[in-house]
């Protein structure tokens, strides 16, 4: 018999003796408070009192017994529980940074940051599935499935820590994602539209020459974004993607540039030398730092570019391209899957092309098979435009004529 049954919390009257129902009821660990059942636990050396939240005997007990088991299983909320998920949130981030790669790390905080405005002040023990159901309706009004998805599985961890998430298990379903496979590889025309008009405006944007750099390398934006002047080797025309400045684990991913991808390297090492980064620690991409702080009396102040900061996006860059070229329904990271398809249609083998271009998911490399099987498919297709005047001759007339 467990030690929570025998808690005695009223005293029995000695003249009135309890009788069947009523004496298990006064040796069950239950009580009642202003008519809903209470009962108490011991943790940490402490006794808790537990609400059951119900007026319904057997609903009680039901419960009662769920939390003991849950206490033995080690699943009892914590302390924690009754923190906000500010606090909770600040905590947990705090702990990740030990852990988490720095990249990681960084979009967690944007997404707890996304958490915050909606959750901010709740206590982790206070938010229900209900709650993550209206999350999903109305970041879905402004985001796709799979980054509300990235966002409430933040929310999962923080309430793993606190041993709370045992609630949601049986409630939770992540939104359905559009599995749009690796990417999209540009079509012939599409390439031609985007660089030429890249190419020849030398005074464009830093996202013209970043889709340059792109499209020949297979890097990602993060990579290029956290690039520094040490990691382009224009002489041996490499460039070097840190483990630093990936979401991967592996080591220095070494990628040889071709022709175009050094032309669009060196117009960004010309541009960043302009701004100030001239150190081979500093970022290929200054920040722009005279937007980010305001005077109290309206005016910015900053130092124009800093190049210890690297850029953080180029959306309007990208944007502005498009527009240029005509085109739209490009993403920049389509330009990765565009360089990845060119080189898995050249036959590159999976290792050389894993080396290249670094993580590559098994589905992903899957995908790259059928490119490959397609390139070849077509290369013996185009032997039947070219001989669809030879005679077919039949085995049987071969046999005849010899």
Known sequence: MSAFDNVAVFPVLAQEEPQGDQRKKDNDGLHKRRGIWHFKIREGGRWKEISTGTRNYQEARKFRTKVLQEQQEGK???????WTLAKAGDRWLENRKLIAEPITWRVEGHRLGRLKKVFAEHRLAQITPTDIDNYHHMRLARVGPASINAEVKVLRMILKSARLWSRFADHYRPLKENRRGPGRALSPNEQKKLFEIAMADEH????????????????????LKRLKLADVNLIEKTVAVRRSATKTNGGVRLIPLNTSAVWAFAKLLERAKALGATDPEHFLFPFFSFRKHTKADGSFAGSGFDPTRHQTDWKTGW????????????????????????????????????????????????????????????????????????????ANDTEGAS
């Open 76 to 82: 009892l909320p914590s302390d924690m529980a009754q």
């Open 319 to 394: 944007r502005n391209l498009l527009e240029r070229a005509g085109l739209s329904g490009i993403r920049f990271h389509d330009l990765r899957h565009h360089c990845i398809t060119r080189l898995a249609e050249a036959g590159v083998a999976d290792q050389t092309l894993m080396a290249i271009a670094g993580h590559v998911s098994k589905a992903m490399l899957d995908h790259y098979s059928h490119v490959r099987l397609q390139a070849r498919r077509d290369a013996v297709a185009a032997l039947d435009t070219t001989q669809a005047s030879t005679p077919v001759v039949a």
């Open 204 to 223: 464009g944007s830093v996202a013209y020459f970043a889709g340059i750099v792109s499209a020949n390398t297979t890097m990602r934006g993060c990579e």
